[in-house]
Structure formats: structure tokens, C-alpha cells
């Protein structure tokens, strides 16, 4: 349906207003100039005023602008009784006013509302405005000015696209160390290492923890920003961002380097105090400042790989069909039947400074804690495992893994002990102790050849100044054939050895960090193996018994420097020898219905393992202390930062 009104010298164009269906009209009223009477096709003054009302505080705030400057419009003013019944509209405006040669001229030049149903009912305004104005045309601030004031403000009203902002890996990346990007404009941000200053010039090392080494960068007198590197407000561990041309190094040690243009200082340093002088910094002072190792060459790579290396284990598992789960931190089951979990509970105070009287605790009769007005009505505990819970998702969506953190209170202050620890726990359903072992293998070795090629640089840093030799020992373990050995064999060639170890050796015991290094470095000759068939009484309660009666379908991958990496097993299918099973070891298997009903229901052999991903991190980049594989180390006594 169409409406026109009468003529005027254009001087505003609204085109394209598409409005909500509560404000699309049943008719059109043509609105006039503010001439005296203020009164076209009986729309009076107050008329004009209550439509512009209207549409105050509905969203409409570019319309409501024309209601008010505009000398002629064409509007829809219509009762809430005469709403229009379809839904969804689309309306489209072109109105034309202007103020003619000693005051206002009434009528519009051309008015045209098309209205048609729409399959979205939003509220949107969305206004063009065009000039039809030259010389003299004042139309309340409309026109070329206001054209770009509009186009102004609806750039700031959008937000801007994300892209991948440039890093020194980038520019240094590929055979030719960054040879091809010579005569390249660069800006990068990033912190200072060193600055060394010279009469005509200065270097300052920056580096943005995309790479091992940084870039140089070379400053001289005449740039912008330069007064910073005098004045020393750009100095080791200042945060400053630099433009420039990408040139060829003329000195030793790099291919290219950044000829400055501009320097900005964007966050200073007291170089005098700054705890990471150029100079070498022992791995246990690193830990007493975690807020700034990760600036340091070593904790800089580390971290690196851990991130090739856990995007490298999604990669596995996605492209062979796996679903992640995530599974809970809080939990009331205990996994592996230790018993060494953290308490969660709110029966004490959250806030550090309130104090609880032992008194105000809640009892039971007996005196012991009454758990049952705790918060999850039960004792609850931070996990050690998500096994539990992948089994039951693998039991509906056949393969999946869990990757997240896990928790254990054992008081141990060794290199390879972590209270807080992230674990990789795939679980595998129609599967046997076989496809495991056969799982476990093409995942490490696909993580360790991916971070390899992802972190070149890294890793050479690793061979020179961590563990000489590390590369070809991860190839190694690449390349080769993972070695099968029973438990009792195993034991054998234990007997055998002539080295004397700490904890002696009989059939039974749990294979010590010793035992496991010597089997896997000595006399397999540095190869990885993979142990297998466990006496049941040193094993968890959910793995599946050997028809032998005394071990179970269980396997451990051992490797060169750090012994057991991956531990996994077989899960016990059969609903009345998992119940034994709990009885054996003190679990009562109410407390595990669920568990116990995914074999009641559809039970069919699944099997899985866990990796432990600091110590995954620790054999990758030889590290010695597990607790310089995690950001933030938790142990007894330390929960810092």
C-alpha cells in the first residue's frame, strides 16, 4: 500500500526503516512542516509531539532524531486498539524536507511507505540518510556534515573484527629465518630483555613469548619515542611497542633484525629491581617468583610445548572419532581407592578470616562430623580421576577422553609429586586390553612427533642447555617399536640385574620409579615398554580379572629418564566380579549404583588409560622437577600465586 504527500525542496532522504510489528500502523497521517497552524491532514502540534513521545525509550532513537529535526516526514501514528493483526513488517520511508528561501515551505517532495510482511518481528531502525542539498541547504544539521557525523557514529557503535595480531614467531618463522619479510612494516609489542645504547644508536632485545629468541631491534636518535631510551624509561622488563622496516642483520646471530621508526613505552620498568636480570636464574628462585619465570628463556619454552602438546592430544583424539567430556572436579566417589583426596565443604567458613569453633562443627550421636548438613548433603572430595565418569559417557558415545585438572592430598615433596594435575583419560567402548595398549602408543608418538615440528627452536634450546641428547631420544621413542613385557617377566629380569636397588624385588611388589627406569633404559636399551598383567592386589578395583584369578588386564608404558607414563587398563565388565572386586577392598558397592548399573545395562568390554600431563611435559622437555611442568605448582606447604 502507498501514500504521497505534497512537494518540498529535498533536503532529507530516510530510507530503509524497518520497525517492529508493534509499531507498524493500520494508516499513515502525513505530518507537516512546524508552520504556524502546525497542521497538515489534521495531524495538530500535540500530534506530532505525542508520535515523536512514542517512540521514546523503544530503541527507535535515529527516527525519533527525524521526528524532531525534520521539516517534513511521513510517520505511522497508530492506537494500540488498531495495531495491525500479521506479524512482522517491513516499511520503507522516502521523505523529503527543507527550509525554503525566509522560512518554512510545507509539502513533501515524494513519501512512498511500502509495507509487507516480514518472517522477523525485531526491533530495528535502521536510517540512510542523503543529502539532496547544495549551496545554502540547512536542514537542522542534515546534510554532507551530517552525512559523516552519521557515518562516524555508527562506526563507533560497531565492533571491529578480530584477526591475528602479528608476533616475532611469525616474522622469523620458516627455512629462511625471516630473510623473505626484509623490507616489511612491522609493528610488535612485547617486553624488554636488554638495551644496549651506543652514541648514534641503540639495540634493545624485545621479545613477546611467541619464540625462544626475540628480535633486535635497533633505534637511533631521530625517531619518534626515542627520548624514552634516553630518559631510561624503556629498560629491562619495561612493556613498549615498536614500529619499523623489517632489514637484514649485519650482526651475528640473527638473519634480520627491526630498523625502528617509532618506539612507545607502554608500561615502565625499574630495570635496578627487576627481579630477571640477564644473567642465569636457578629453576627453585623461578619458583618463589612464578608471577615472572614465564619471561624467562626456559619456563617460556617449556610453556610452549605443554601447549603443543595439549593441542596436539585433541587433535589425536578428534580425528579418530573421540568426544571430550568434561568431567566434574567435585565428586564423592574416590577412583582409585587411596584415599589421599582433598575435603570440599562448607561446614567451616569460606572467608580466611573468620574463625569456628571446633563445638560449632555439626556431630552425630557418636560425635563424629554429621556430613549430612555439609552442603552436598555427603562427604565430597576434589578428583583424582574422571575415569569413573568417561565410562559412562563411553558406554552412549563409544570413544571419548577427559582432559582437565585432578587432585591429590598425599603429602610428598619429591620431583614427581603434584597436589594439583592434569590428566588425559581416553576411554575406549567394545575394546580389550589390546586396542588400549594400541591406543596408548599412536597417541604418544603422534604428540611427541607433532610438538617436535611445532617448537624446532624449543626444543634445541632443551638439547643444548637441558637434557643434551633429548631430541634424539623423543625421536627414538618415535620411531620404535613399543615392547611388550608381562609383569612376571618382568620381575625375572629384575632378579637378574646386577644393579643393587632401594626397594627389593619379589613377585607382588608395586614396580618402584627405579625398577621401571632400568627395565626401560637398560635392559631394553632406552626403548619404551609397556608392562602388562599386574597382580590384582596392587591394582585399582575396576580393572578386569585375568581368568588366572591373581593378576588383572593391566598396563603401564614406561620410558626412558622418567619410568610410567601412561597407566591403563582393562575395565572389569561383569557385574558380579566388579562387586567382589569393591568388597575386596573395603568399598561399599551401593555407594557405586551407577557405576555398577552401567553393567546391569548394556555392559560391553571397554578399556582406557591415563597420562598424567605434567609428567608427559617433564619427559618432553627434560625438566627434572615436575613442578616446573605446571604454571603453578601446587605441593604441601605451597599454594602461592
Not at 97 to 114: I, K, N, P, R
Not at 230 to 244: K, L, P
Not at 439 to 448: F, G, H, S, V, W
Amino acid at each position: 500500500m502507498n501514500w504521497t504527500a505534497g512537494r518540498c525542496v529535498p533536503a532529507l532522504r530516510v530510507a530503509a526503516v524497518r520497525l517492529h510489528q508493534s509499531m507498524v500502523p493500520a494508516k499513515a497521517i502525513r505530518l507537516g512542516c512546524p508552520v504556524a497552524t502546525a497542521s497538515i491532514a489534521g495531524c495538530t502540534r500535540n500530534q506530532i509531539d505525542g508520535s515523536r513521545r512514542s517512540l521514546h525509550g523503544s530503541g527507535h532513537r535515529v527516527l525519533r532524531r527525524h521526528l524532531e529535526h525534520s521539516s517534513t516526514v511521513l510517520a505511522h501514528v497508530a492506537p494500540a486498539d488498531r495495531r495491525p493483526a500479521f506479524r512482522g513488517s517491513n516499511v520503507r520511508c522516502l521523505a523529503s524536507s527543507s527550509v525554503g528561501d525566509g522560512g518554512a515551505t510545507a509539502g513533501a517532495e515524494s513519501a512512498v511507505a511500502d509495507v509487507a510482511a516480514a518472517p522477523s518481528a525485531e526491533a530495528v531502525a535502521d536510517v540512510e540518510q542523503t543529502s539532496g542539498q547544495k549551496d545554502g541547504s540547512v536542514a537542522s544539521g542534515i546534510g554532507n556534515g551530517g552525512n559523516a557525523e552519521a557515518g562516524r557514529r555508527r562506526e563507533r557503535r560497531m565492533v571491529k573484527e578480530f584477526k591475528k595480531r602479528l608476533r616475532i614467531a611469525d616474522i622469523k618463522s620458516g627455512p629462511d629465518e625471516g630473510l623473505g619479510q626484509v623490507g616489511r612494516h612491522v609493528e610488535l609489542r612485547g617486553w624488554v630483555r636488554t638495551v644496549r645504547s651506543q652514541k648514534a644508536f641503540s639495540f634493545i632485545e624485545l621479545n613477546d613469548g611467541s619464540s625462544l629468541s626475540g628480535i633486535q631491534v635497533v633505534a637511533t636518535p631521530e625517531i619518534e619515542g626515542y627520548q624514552e631510551v634516553e630518559g631510561g624509561g624503556i629498560t629491562t622488563g619495561a612493556a613498549v611497542s615498536v614500529e619499523g622496516e623489517v632489514v637484514e642483520s649485519q650482526g651475528k646471530g640473527q638473519k634480520i633484525e627491526i630498523k625502528a621508526q617509532k618506539l612507545t613505552l607502554v608500561g615502565g620498568s625499574d630495570g635496578s629491581t627487576y627481579p630477571l636480570q640477564k644473567k642465569r636464574h636457578s629453576l627453585e628462585y623461578l619458583r618463589t617468583i612464578a608471577h615472572l619465570r614465564p619471561r624467562t628463556n626456559t619456563i617460556g619454552a617449556v610453556s610452549r610445548v605443554r601447549s603443543a602438546l595439549a593441542q596436539a592430544s585433541h587433535r589425536f583424539f578428534q580425528s579418530h572419532g573421540f568426544v571430550w567430556v568434561a568431567s566434574p572436579i567435585v565428586t564423592a566417589s574416590d577412583c582409585e581407592g587411596a584415599g589421599d583426596q582433598f575435603r570440599v565443604t562448607t561446614l567451616l567458613p569460606g572467608s580466611p578470616d573468620a574463625s569456628t569453633p571446633v563445638k560449632a562443627i555439626p556431630t552425630t550421636k557418636d560425635g563424629s562430623v554429621d556430613w549430612s548438613q555439609d552442603f552436598f548433603k555427603r562427604p565430597a572430595y576434589l578428583t583424582v580421576s574422571g575415569q569413573l565418569n568417561a565410562e559412562i559417557y563411553a558406554c552412549a558415545l563409544h570413544d571419548v577422553y577427559t582432559f582437565g585438572p585432578t587432585f591429590r592430598a598425599e603429602n610428598s615433596n619429591t620431583s614427581r609429586h603434584l597436589a594439583e594435575f592434569w590428566m588425559i583419560e581416553p576411554e575406549l567402548a567394545f575394546a580389550d586390553l589390546a586396542d588400549d595398549m594400541a591406543c596408548a602408543t599412536a597417541y604418544l608418538k603422534y604428540i611427541l612427533r607433532e610438538a617436535m615440528g611445532e617448537c624446532e627452536e624449543d626444543f634445541r634450546f632443551f638439547d643444548k642447555f637441558v637434557e643434551p641428547g633429548i631430541i634424539q631420544r623423543l625421536t627414538s621413542v618415535v620411531e620404535s617399536e613399543f615392547e611388550h613385557v608381562p609383569y612376571t617377566d618382568a620381575i625375572s629380569i629384575l632378579k637378574k640385574a646386577k644393579t643393587k636397588f632401594d626397594y627389593p624385588v619379589e613377585w607382588g611388589i608395586d614396580l618402584q620409579s627405579e625398577h621401571e627406569r632400568y627395565l626401560t633404559e637398560k635392559a631394553f636399551k632406552n626403548r619404551p615398554i609397556i608392562v602388562t598383567d599386574y597382580p590384582k592386589d596392587i591394582k585399582a578395583f575396576y580393572m578386569r580379572l585375568n581368568d588366572d584369578g591373581k593378576t588383572v588386564a593391566a598396563m603401564d608404558v614406561l620410558v626412558p629418564r622418567v619410568g610410567e607414563l601412561i597407566g591403563g587398563s582393562q575395565r572389569e565388565e561383569r557385574l558380579e566380579v566388579l562387586e567382589g572386586r569393591m568388597r575386596d577392598v573395603g568399598l561399599d558397592p551401593q555407594a557405586y549404583w551407577w557405576y555398577l548399573d552401567l553393567r546391569r545395562y548394556g555392559s560391553v568390554p571397554h578399556a582406557g588409560f591415563g597420562l598424567g600431563f605434567e609428567r608427559l611435559v617433564q619427559f618432553a622437555t627434560g625438566v627434572e622437577n615436575i613442578r616446573d611442568a605446571i604454571p603453578f605448582p601446587r605441593v604441601p606447604g605451597s599454594a602461592d600465586f
